[in-house]
């Protein structure tokens, strides 16, 4: 079992930047790739990045390339989002998600936090 725990949501200005943290526990959590995923109201779940834990190569959705940068830090068991340049199309519920493939689809992640509301005011 993995426990998922996401902070650092808010409101901010289009423009703006914000950073989303994850908070993971659990057994084997080094062994699990880390992504972010993010669902607007009324839309599909979608992929935002991802990172593995054993390496530091990591994956971005097209939307968010060079806006938004995955990082993680072993030692504290953390998984962060810095995101910049922020749009309103940002906005949505942002999910911390852990698996056990590299993918980018949510049907490849096991384990799920309740997710951070992110708000991009124009």
């Known amino acids: 079992q993995v426990h998922l725990v996401e902070s650092g949501g808010g409101l901010v200005q289009a423009g703006g930047s914000l950073r989303l943290s994850c908070a993971a526990s659990?057994?084997?959590?080094?062994?699990?790739?880390m992504g972010w995923f993010r669902q607007a109201s009324g839309k599909e779940r979608e992929f935002v990045a991802a990172m593995g834990w054993s390496d530091r190569s990591a994956v971005y959705a097209d939307s968010v390339k060079g806006r938004f940068t995955i990082s993680r830090d072993n030692a504290k068991n953390m998984l962060y989002l810095q995101m910049s340049s922020l749009k309103p199309e940002d906005t949505a519920v942002y999910y911390c998600?852990?698996?056990?493939?590299?993918?980018?689809?949510?049907?490849?992640?096991?384990?799920w936090g309740q997710g951070t509301q992110v708000t991009v005011s124009s």
């Open positions: 659990g057994d084997t959590v080094s062994t699990y790739t």
């Open positions: 998600a852990a698996g056990t493939v590299r993918g980018q689809t949510r049907f490849d992640y096991d384990y």
